[in-house]
């Protein structure tokens, strides 16, 4: 089923899903939705709410869903919330157990980054995107190699700061495996095909 945005909305902001090949790394979203997918629009421009369905859905793929300009600032939010959770999956690196304060203070850095990456995701949803996860459920699109380099966290990350549901690339194992969600929040990705979750 094709979804239908109201007639009130200029045919230019129409949210669409892209029919250009995807990054590599992340799904085109190839397939049409019943919903609104923000894939080359924020769902907010110049101050106006595009369409969102009467579902309450909506997907949003950051690495191409923004207003334009070589590095927009929608763009930068979100690598810098990606850039948080591969810094805290780092911290993991050397901890080996025999040193019981190092150990204590790795926990506490992961524990602030935790905090720091949450609060930056809610602010690139809420601030940036204009969407409010607690009355809109939004799908998000990831990339399988930024979810592989963070193991899993930048997942963790967009889910506590109110996403429904993440979206992989079905064909990234890899990827799929190092998100770590529950199944029920995890959408597998196929072009071409349609969207199932796992």
Do not use: W
Not at 65 to 82: F, L, S, W
Request: charged residues 25%; hydrophobic residues 35%.
């Amino acid at each position: 089923r094709r979804y239908c945005p109201p007639s009130t909305i200029p045919p230019s902001h129409h949210p669409t899903m892209p029919t250009e090949p995807a990054p590599p790394g992340h799904s085109s979203g190839g397939t049409t939705l019943p919903y609104a997918s923000f894939v080359t629009r924020p769902p907010v421009v110049d101050g106006g709410a595009l369409a969102l369905s009467a579902a309450g859905r909506c997907r949003v793929d950051p690495a191409t869903c923004h207003a334009g300009g070589e590095e927009p600032a929608d763009a930068a939010a979100y690598r810098a919330v990606v850039s948080k959770a591969v810094e805290q999956a780092s911290v993991d690196d050397g901890a080996d157990g025999t040193d019981a304060d190092a150990d204590k203070n790795k926990k506490q850095l992961r524990k602030k980054y935790m905090k720091q990456g949450v609060a930056m995701a809610r602010s690139y949803l809420t601030e940036t995107l204009g969407l409010d996860p607690s009355v809109v459920d939004v799908e998000i699109v990831l990339s399988a190699a930024d979810v592989t380099e963070s193991r899993g966290l930048l997942a963790s990350c967009f889910l506590d700061a109110g996403c429904d549901k993440i979206v992989l690339s079905g064909t990234d194992v890899g990827a799929l495996d190092a998100a770590r969600i529950p199944r029920d929040r995890l959408v597998a990705h196929f072009d071409g095909a349609d969207e199932v979750e796992i």
